[in-house]
Each structure stands twice: as C-alpha cells, then as structure tokens.
C-alpha cells in the first residue's frame, strides 16, 4: 500500500512542473522556490580568486568553487526535479558579494569567502571547502617578513576582505602606521604591490600563492612567515534565513567533499596545472584540508578544523 | 619606453574588447540615453507643470541627482534595485535584477535628471506666444506640447542632448567599480591578467578618444545645420 | 524585506581603531574637500590660461588650447586618472618613476593632478566663452589707453569675464567635487570610498549610502550659498 502511494506520488512529481504548476511550488519557499519559478539560479562569480573562481583566457569563470557551485546546481535541479536548469553568471566583487546575496541578486556566491561570526549575520555558509589564513607577500627584495616589519609602510589589502579588516585591526592595536590602501580586486591589489605603488598586499595565502605563482616573475616575492590570523575556513555564501535552501546546499556539498569526485576536484586546481597559463600551485591535500573534505562542517569557527 | 611597449596582447583580446565591452558599453548608452530622454523630458513637464507638489517632486529629484557623485549613485542603486523592485511588484523577497538591468537603471535614472535640464531649457526657449496659439486653436495642453512644443524644444536642443549622450558613454566606464564587462572593465581584465596596464589603458584612452572625438565633431556640425534652419 | 535597518552602527567604533564609523565618513568627507580645493586650484589657473590662450588673436596659441580642451574632454575621467596612476610612473625614467611610486599618499596628489588637468578643459571653455561674450570695444578700448595684451586682460577683460561666468564655474566646482569620488579607483580614502568601507565592515549598506548622500547634499548647499555670496559682493555696481 505505501509503495504504491509512494509511486503514485512520484508519478505524480514526474508529470508535474509542465502539467500542474503551484502544486509544487506552493509547499517550496526562499531561494528554491524562486528557481522553480524562473527556471534558473545565478552564480555570484570572481575575477581574481585564482583557483577558486576566477577569468580563464576566454574570459570565462573557472575554479575550484566555481565547480562546487555548479554541482550545487546540478544538485537543486535534481532536487526540483527540473527538465532544464539555466545558470546564470553575475561577477561579483569581495565589496559587493554580501549586498548582492542579500538582495538577492545571486543565490550562491562561488568564491574565496571567508566564514566567520560576524558575516553570519548577514548571510548563511555551507560546508567549508578550504582553509586559509591571513599573510602579506612583498617584494623580496623588501625584506618584509614579520608584521612588525610593516611598520610605517604602505599596504594594499582588498576591500570588503576578512584581511582589510585585520591589517587594520592590527595597525590599530600595535599603533605601527601603516597606510592601508583598499584595491577593488586581488589582481589590482597585487599590481599595486608589482609596480611599486604598495609594499606589501595583505590577503589569504592561499591567494597570495596563486598570485606569485602567475606573477611575471615568482622568484621575485616572498609571502610572510608570520600570519596575521589563524587558519579560517572558506565557504560557499547563500542567503540567510532559508533553511530549506540551505539543507539541499549542505546536503549537495557534503555530499561531493566526502566522494572520490570532490578529492579530485581538489587535486585539479591545487596540484595540475590549470589555466589560463598552465602554472601549478602544488598545494598537496594537508592533513587538515583532508580532515574539511571528509566530515564537511559549516563552522565559522576557526577552531573546529 | 614606448617601443618597449607589447600591442600583441591589444591585437589578440579585440574580439573580447570589442565584441563583449564595447558592445555592453554602447547598448548601455543607447537605451539609458533614450531611457533618460524620456524620464528627463517627462521631469521637465512636471517641473513647468505649475501644480506645486509635482512641481517641487520634479524640482527636488533633479536636485537630489545633481547633488550626488554617480560613482556613490551606481553603489546605491545596485544594492537598491532589487529591493525597490520587490517593493514595486508587492513580492515577498527582493527580485533578481541582473547586473545589465541594474546599470541600465541606474542611467537611465540619473541621466533622466541632466536631459531634464536640457529639456527645460528647450521648452522655455519656446515663445510663449506659440502655445497660447495652439490653445486658442482649440488644442489640449496634450495636444500643444506633442505637436507644437516638445518637437522644436528637442530640436533646439539637440546638439545638447548629444553632447549629453557623449558625456554619458564616457561615464558607463564607471560600471568598473562594480567588476562588470564595459569596453574599460574589458580592457582591465585583460590588463591585471596578463600584467600590461601600459598598454591595455593607452589602448582604451586613444579608442574613447576617436570615438568622443569624432562624436563631437559631428554634433558641432550638427549645430551649424540647425542654426541655419533657424 | 530582509533589511535590517541599524542607524545606531554610526556611532559604533570602526575596526580602524580610529574612532566611530561617522568619524570614518567625516575623515572621508575631509579628504574629499581637500582633494576638491587642489584640484580646483589647478583647473582654475591652468584653465584660465588655456582659456585666454583660445581668444588670443595667435594661431598657434589657439591651436594648443583647442587640442588641449579636446584631449582632456574625450577621455573618460576613470581612464585619464589610470593613465595617471598606473601608466604614467611606468613611462619616466626608472628612478623618477620609482620615486614617484612611493611617494606617501601618492593617490591624493595623483587625483589632485588627474582633476585638475580634467576641470581645466571645463574651465578653459567657460573662460573662452565669457571673454567672447564681452564685446570687442572692451579690448579696444585697452589698447587705446595703452594697455599691453597681458594689462588688457589683466585689468579689463578677466575681471568681466570672470563675473560673467561664476554661476557656470560655481558648477563646474560641484562638478569637480563630485568627480573626487572617482577617485577612489586609485585607493583614495574620500567619502563615496569611507561610506563603501563603512558598509564592507558593518555592512549595513544603506545607513552608509544614506549618511554620505546627506554630506554630499550639505556640501552642495554650502558651496552654492557661498557662491551667491560670491556673486553678490562681486557685483559691479550699476552692472546688471
């Protein structure tokens, strides 16, 4: 008896989004409901947040985030039981990626955003897709190591970044004067530092890795031995306040962190070459990277990893 | 240091500099432009209407505009959009507005408040002997500035108008701050990638050169027409 | 709606460790009025001289104050001020170039020149154009007393030009006001780039943009009653 209510019911489903619009949609709420009526989730995307979303030579998003994203997709139009799922691209900015999620602009934000307490109350995470902490790469020639060693300098960090507001909670607090300037993306922000404008640019390092291995000449940076944070966990942003979104998000990313596909995933952009030049960032999996993929956690906290 | 300069990376990203930037770049123009037309000739009525609230409505919009630096307006707008969007049609949530239809908003908005000038100055430059006329010849007020006003009000103030849209395609360039693909964000993109801030910018610098160059040549010719007609 | 609206966050500290997010919009607000008098200061020179340069009855010199207005004027504001900040240093001598580079608060002198090169096309025009509204007998008349070309300008035309042309340049001042905003492309810390940190830190977007939107206004009104001031104890008795 319950089998067969079971199969009617998904009869049912299978021959409803052309035949019976409402039926469905009526009982699904926020950002899922939205998709089912328009047909399509739009991806929030990065210019220079090489591996994880970033412009390839076509001048099209690629990266590691950008693909969780996209199996994020392919996770909601199964969900929705959707013929077709239309993804659409909006670029976003570390400046404009919270308002833009807010006001629903993008659905998901496929970048290099950190997870933290204070971004929490403006907008949801998923499950942690990578850990990073907060450094500064500078000219080697510069002989900048330590932050100390940034005293009286001038610093270039990406505004709306988790690193801006550190470096200047840091230069607050050890009174070191340094001048902070905001650049609107990492590659602006790096340029600044390879052309002299900036001696140094304060960012994740994972980042500033990428960055210096694209670099003109990698030899020519050095990336601070002292950290200015703690390991912090990057996420996958969505909009606050929608569970249900929220559980297939988590379900989707669990899902794939916890397979064989999500190990390589990691190991195409951090350990192959990857476009658009074809460098290397030979981060092999750490033991922690490997403790995030395989019991996914969507902890700002940075001492649960 | 010039002949150290490397046109090869010019020469292979045209077809994305042009095909994509400068095709977002003039599509935004030609509709915000014409967008902002009407609006800023709307504004205009409503500014000369002579009823007080509509009057001091219009007067206070075009004030407000003026006031602001477009860079701080595209900021507003782009956060603002969906939520007054959401307000508009009574939905729950903030609707999705796509990066093109929020600039194209935004524009249209604040250009509508500078042709609304123009078109002021057009209107009033129009002997008030003209409109008495028409409505002495039994014309509603409709009537008298669709037929009789607003056609010679553009016309005078053509040269205006354009010159206005070409300050306009200058300003799209702004679109930069918020990371979309106008003919500059294009050229930037290519220059941060592959490092040749040199180049890329000198490129864009002589293209909106030759185009605003040659616009402005066309609209000073333009002018010389139209006041022989006169 | 989602939005939450918070206007007690202005009275908050900024994580700058330098006070409250409304100081952090008033230290905005400073540097953009003083990038807006340096660069003003520069326009209106340099602007003038292009624009006499234009009237001058040498072809040569109208010639260069032509290609310079249609330089400046055809090149968008944000590219002319890349071209200053990320072009220019590249282009000097290795050394110059470095210096330059370096140089502390290297956007607000780089924005200070890119304004002021741009405004002077502006003002260059309405110079030309208020010289050219005095009628001829005014120079003439200069040179019957004996006046050189630089005495004629100096003591008769300019002063009538510039009385003439105050409420075009009061705008073209707002203008120039308004443009410093651009400036934050090249990291200068103004008020349209303090209200976008504010609202990156608290990130309550609105209270931000409303707070800055209400400086700007209050600017707007102090400069134009300063100009009607201006233009009332300028005014030539008798003149119009």
């Given at each position: 008896m319950r089998l067969k209510a079971a199969l009617l019911l998904t009869l049912l489903a299978a021959a409803?989004?052309?035949?019976?619009?409402?039926?469905?949609a009526q009982e699904l709420t926020g950002t899922l409901r939205k998709v089912k009526e328009r047909g399509a989730l739009t991806l929030g995307y990065r210019d220079a947040s090489v591996p994880f979303s970033y412009l390839d030579g076509n001048q099209k998003p690629v990266g590691y985030a950008y693909e969780i994203c996209l199996k994020v997709a392919e996770a909601v139009k199964t969900h929705l039981k959707l013929d077709r799922l239309e993804v659409k691209l909006n670029p976003v900015t570390s400046a404009t990626r919270i308002p833009l999620i807010a006001n629903g602009t993008i659905d998901l934000e496929c970048g290099s955003t950190t997870n933290n307490a204070d971004r929490q109350r403006q907008a949801a995470f998923t499950n942690t897709h990578f850990l990073t902490a907060t450094r500064f790469v500078a000219k080697k020639e510069k002989g900048l190591d330590k932050t100390d060693d940034l005293k009286g300098r001038t610093v270039v960090s990406t505004s709306g970044t988790t690193g801006i507001r550190q470096i200047n909670e840091i230069n607050a607090a050890r009174g070191l004067g340094m001048r902070i300037l905001p650049a609107k993306d990492h590659a602006e922000a790096f340029l600044m530092v390879e052309t002299g404008r900036a001696d140094a640019f304060v960012m994740d390092d994972v980042l500033l890795a990428a960055l210096v291995a694209g670099a003109k000449t990698p030899e020519a940076y050095a990336i601070s031995s002292?950290?200015?944070?703690?390991?912090e966990p990057y996420a996958i942003m969505l909009r606050k306040d929608d569970a249900p979104f929220k559980a297939v998000v988590d379900a989707a990313t669990a899902a794939l962190y916890t397979s064989p596909e999500g190990r390589a995933l990691y190991d195409r952009w951090f350990t192959q070459a990857i476009p658009?030049?074809?460098?290397?960032?030979?981060?092999?999996?750490?033991e922690a990277m490997r403790k995030v993929l395989s019991s996914p956690s969507d902890s700002a906290d940075p001492a649960a990893y | 240091m010039l002949a150290s300069l490397d046109l090869s990376v010019v020469a292979t990203s045209l077809p994305y500099l042009f095909g994509e930037g400068m095709v977002f770049t003039l599509t935004l123009t030609a509709l915000a432009a014409s967008g902002g037309l009407v609006l800023g000739t709307g504004l205009a009525l409503l500014r000369l209407s002579g009823v007080p609230g509509l009057t001091h409505a219009a007067k206070l919009y075009v004030e407000l505009m003026r006031a602001l630096p477009l860079v701080l307006v595209i900021f507003w707008f782009y956060f603002l959009v969906p939520y007054l969007g959401a307000w508009a049609t009574g939905a729950a949530h903030p609707i999705q507005v796509g990066p093109f239809a929020s600039a194209l908003v935004t524009f249209t908005l604040f250009e509508a408040a500078y042709f609304a000038e123009i078109m002021r100055a057009g209107i009033q430059s129009i002997p008030k002997g003209q409109s008495a006329a028409a409505r002495a010849l039994g014309m509603s007020y409709a009537q008298t500035m669709r037929l009789v006003v607003l056609p010679q009000a553009f016309r005078n103030m053509l040269p205006l108008l354009l010159t206005q849209t070409i300050v306009l395609f200058q300003d799209t360039s702004l679109v930069y701050v918020l990371s979309l693909t106008d003919f500059l964000g294009a050229a930037s993109k290519v220059a941060q990638r592959d490092g040749r801030l040199v180049e890329m910018y000198l490129f864009a610098a002589l293209v909106y050169f030759a185009v605003c160059f040659a616009a402005s040549l066309l609209v000073r010719r333009l002018q010389t027409r139209i006041a022989i007609v006169r | 709606m989602t939005y939450h609206w918070n206007w007690g966050v202005l009275f908050e500290p900024s994580p700058e460790g330098t006070g409250t997010y409304a100081d952090m919009l008033l230290s905005g607000l400073a540097w953009t009025v003083l990038t807006a008098l340096g660069s003003w200061a520069i326009a209106f020179g340099l602007g003038s001289v292009i624009g006499v340069m234009r009237t001058l009855p040498s072809r040569a010199a109208n010639a260069v104050g032509a290609a310079y207005v249609e330089l400046f004027r055809n090149v968008p504001l944000l590219v002319q001020m890349f071209l200053w900040y990320f072009v220019l240093p590249e282009l000097l001598p290795e050394r110059i170039g470095a210096a330059v580079k370096q140089m502390p608060d290297a956007p607000f002198y780089t924005a200070v020149l890119c304004l002021g090169f741009f405004t002077a096309a502006r003002v260059a025009e309405q110079v030309r154009a208020g010289i050219r509204s005095l009628p001829r007998g005014q120079a003439l008349a200069g040179t019957a007393l004996g006046l050189t070309v630089a005495q004629t300008y100096r003591f008769v035309l300019l002063p009538n030009a510039y009385r003439i042309i105050l409420p075009p340049l009061t705008s073209e001042f707002l203008n120039n006001l308004k443009n410093t905003s651009v400036a934050l492309t090249i990291g200068l810390l103004e008020l349209t780039a303090r209200a976008r940190a504010m609202q990156e830190f608290s990130f309550q977007v609105f209270e931000a943009f409303t707070a800055a939107t209400l400086l700007y206004v209050a600017i707007n009104l102090v400069v134009v009653a300063g100009a009607t001031l201006l233009e009332r104890r300028l005014a030539v008795p008798g003149g119009r």
């Open positions: 409803c989004p052309p035949a019976c619009p409402g039926a469905w002292e950290a200015q944070s703690r390991p658009p030049r074809g460098i290397n960032l030979q981060l092999p999996l750490s | - | -």
